[in-house]
């Protein structure tokens, strides 16, 4: 997901489908620099992402530096 987007935080809907599905692995994606983003109040510590514009090639390998889901039993 884009770290910011209209309606509703990238960071809000990570946590909520983390919350409602904690399998579902995340990346956030954002053309804005981390410096720009904690100025306007949004920290990324400790979440995957990637900054804009990324090649396909490093967006696979970002995708595949993920840690695998963590899977919850029902």
Do not use: C, W
Request: charged residues 15%; without cysteine; proline residues 9%.
């Amino acid at each position: 997901t884009d770290v910011v987007m209209p309606g509703m935080s990238g960071v809000a809907l990570a946590a909520e489908v983390s919350r409602t599905n904690p399998a579902t692995r995340v990346l956030m994606m954002s053309g804005y620099g981390e410096s720009v983003l904690t100025q306007q109040g949004i920290v990324l510590a400790g979440v995957n992402h990637i900054e804009k514009p990324f090649s396909p090639a490093a967006l696979l390998d970002r995708l595949r530096s993920l840690p695998p889901p963590h899977y919850t039993e029902n």
